[in-house]
């Protein structure tokens, strides 16, 4: 097993009588990626804001990279790389002289040009930051998380607000960070970034865990099966269906089925065949962190995050 | 340290010149200051204050004074008789300003003397604005004469002092008072915005990642806005001198009290940067602030002139000791009077500076 490179336990944090993180606990080892995933609200950025240094803890016990988070500070900020929630550099500033800019606060840095190719920001080398897109921002934010040439880089929700092109591109960024034997901490409230990208992850909720392990064993110890989707049935179709699975979810010409033992897909495909309807075709798909999630919470991550506005 | 205080710098730097806008009102808003006030003041010409004197001691030293106050030629001198009743002739004569020089003006200036102290009245009518001017010249030159007497010096050297020997124009004495609001709004304003933008942006968060510290980083503002202040103040002077032929005298104490000022003014921003949101409210805080410290701290009104209570507030604003400093130093020539009140200002700096760091926070809760 890998080098543990961040100890958390009992770690809470209370704002007055809001208890935004709840005595959670958990270990990140060295080279993997490591997500916490929530609704807004839920404490992921609370609790990576403690391991950060940027806050201080109500009570428990943090250790990054064998440090202690009150004690040691300034040792472990030089061993970290943050690229924090709404990240923003200096407009005025060009994205080489905004990697530099924070990188001389550094006594050891990366030089910027490095960093700019690694992030394949050439072409923006000299571009004031307030012109870049947010994606290209992100990677700036990113390049610039990287300048002290750290241990660990925490990203909090690096990909919010941008469009699935230029999410894909940091996913891309972050598949790089662990190829160069980084530990990536990671936290999104998008499911499929945490499903494709960590190799482990919690899922937190009201400051608790609710779900904790790989995204497989989450999804096979918390997920519903998987499920068959028929689309564009026609109304035998549909009815046929209706009446033998009333428990399905059914959205005009389409319906969702949960397969609930291993027979039932042969038995839809048989049901289907018979009743002489016609369907466009059978899809059947593995439940989903947001499903797990639904199942958990009763309550959809997406539409949470969309409702406060992200 | 120093090199994490001189990256922040730069970055400063660059983002002004990248900033036109800002380059603008740098340079726009001193000049237009200094052309509003030259334009109202240029046609008054130049100061001649009437001064009624009663020499009592009629001596070598009294005569020495007014040989001083004479040189200034900014004042013209009526003399009243020695015997004559003063509160008659004020009476009479509504002179604005008076000045009583005592029987025992001469004792005062021998060494060892039993009573070495010699009082000059001056009344004055602090409804006149010129009378103001008056007292400052005679202050300047009393401090003046006081000095030469504690450094051991003789009553015929006090003839040869130059103290104020240049012709004032009125707008001269507006001159420090511009550089004194220059050196408060430009330092407040942008300390209250950079603090608040960098706050609501994150900029902050992520410079808490990075080693440097509050104190690196209130350095470096403070050491680019002393470059923007002087920047303006060179505007100031540059007019000032070519639209106005205004007279212009810089000393060491006045440039350090700029210095001082600039930062005293930048620490007082953090502190009220700390309590504003977002930055819409920024702006309107700064002007509440710096408004009514403007008309208050006696900048450019002669303080004398003023009703004792807005004395009273006048005299807790840090602003009236800049100016005063200043208009000691620039004006008067009265360096003693000067260094008193730039070593007002450079505690209070101190103070402001400490407090502005404690009370700034990066850090979230």
Redesign the interface.
């Known amino acids: 097993m890998a080098e543990t490179v961040i100890t958390v336990s009992g770690l809470t944090k209370r ?1 007055g009588s809001l208890t935004a993180v709840d005595a959670i606990s958990f270990e990140v080892y060295a080279g993997e990626v490591f997500s916490l995933l929530g609704p807004n609200g839920a404490g992921k950025t609370t609790t990576v ?1 403690i391991l ?5 803890k109500t009570a428990g016990d943090v250790r990054v990279l064998g440090m202690d988070i009150d004690k040691q500070v ?1 040792d472990i ?2 061993r ?3 690229l ?10 060009t994205v080489k ?1 905004n990697i530099d ?2 990188g ?4 050891k840095r990366l030089p910027a040009d490095d960093l700019i190719k690694a992030m394949d920001l050439e072409e923006k080398r000299n571009e ?1 930051f307030k012109n870049l897109s947010g994606g290209l921002k992100q990677r700036t934010g990113v390049a ?1 998380a990287m300048v ?1 040439d750290p241990d660990i880089v925490f990203l909090d929700e690096p990909s919010t607000g941008l469009d699935p092109r230029a999410r894909r591109d940091v996913w891309e960024v972050i598949r790089n960070l662990k190829q160069k034997g980084k530990t990536v901490i990671l936290t999104t409230h998008y499911m499929e970034e945490a499903e494709t990208l960590s190799d482990r992850l919690g899922i937190i909720d009201h400051g608790k865990f609710i779900a904790f392990g790989t995204p497989r064993e989450i999804v096979d110890k918390y997920g519903t099966g998987a499920r068959v989707i028929v689309s564009n049935c026609d109304n035998v179709c549909c009815d046929t269906l209706k009446e033998q699975w009333p428990q399905g979810e059914y959205k005009g010409k389409d319906a969702v089925i949960r397969l609930e033992n291993k027979n039932a897909l042969s038995e839809i495909v048989y049901t289907l065949d018979r009743s002489g309807g016609n369907y466009e075709q059978i899809q059947v798909t593995r439940p989903t962190l947001e499903d797990v999630f639904l199942n958990l919470t009763g309550r959809k991550i997406a539409e949470e995050a969309a409702a406060n506005g992200k | 340290m120093a090199n994490r205080v001189w990256v922040a710098f730069k970055a400063d730097v660059k983002g002004f010149w990248r900033n036109k806008s800002n380059v603008f009102w740098t340079i726009a808003f001193p000049l237009l200051l200094i052309l509003l006030f030259g334009a109202i003041f240029a046609g008054s010409g130049t100061v001649n204050v009437p001064i009624a004197v009663q020499d009592q001691s009629n001596s070598i030293a009294s005569h020495a004074f007014l040989d001083a106050l004479n040189q200034t030629h900014s004042v013209s001198l009526t003399f009243i008789d020695r015997n004559a009743n003063i509160d008659q002739y004020i009476h009479d004569n509504s002179p604005s300003v008076v000045l009583i020089i005592p029987d025992n003006f001469t004792s005062a200036f021998v060494p060892g003397a039993p009573n070495g102290t010699a009082t000059l009245q001056i009344r004055s009518d602090p409804t006149v604005q010129s009378s103001g001017i008056a007292l400052g010249l005679l202050n300047g030159i009393a401090q003046q004469f006081n000095l030469q007497i504690a450094q051991g010096g003789n009553i015929i050297v006090l003839t040869h002092t130059d103290i104020v020997q240049k012709h004032f124009k009125f707008i001269d004495f507006f001159l420090p008072g511009v550089i004194a609001l220059t050196s408060m709004t430009t330092t407040i304003f942008w300390m209250v915005s950079v603090m608040t933008r960098f706050r609501t942006n994150g900029i902050f968060k992520k410079l808490m990642t990075t080693p440097i510290t509050r104190y690196e980083w209130l350095a470096s503002q403070i050491l680019w806005q002393l470059v923007v202040v002087f920047i303006s103040v060179g505007v100031i002077v540059l007019v000032g001198v070519a639209a106005f032929g205004m007279t212009i005298v810089f000393s060491p104490i006045a440039i350090v009290t700029i210095v001082l000022s600039s930062a005293l003014f930048s620490s007082m921003g953090m502190i009220i940067a700390r309590f504003i949101r977002d930055e819409e409210t920024a702006s309107s805080a700064a002007n509440a602030i710096t408004f009514p410290m403007m008309f208050l701290s006696g900048i450019f009104f002669e303080l004398s002139s003023m009703p004792d209570w807005l004395q009273g507030i006048a005299h807790v604003l840090p602003l009236t000791y800049v100016g005063d400093a200043l208009r000691d130093s620039m004006v008067y020539g009265n360096d003693a009077a000067a260094l008193g009140n730039m070593a007002v200002v450079a505690v209070l700096a101190v103070i402001f500076f400490v407090a502005g760091v404690l009370v700034s926070k990066w850090k979230t809760e």
Do not use: S, T
């Open positions: 704002y804001e950060e240094c940027l806050r201080p300034r900020k030089k970290i790389g943050v924090p929630q709404d990240f923003n550099a200096f407009d005025l500033l002289e800019y924070f001389d606060m550094f006594d004031w610039i002290n």
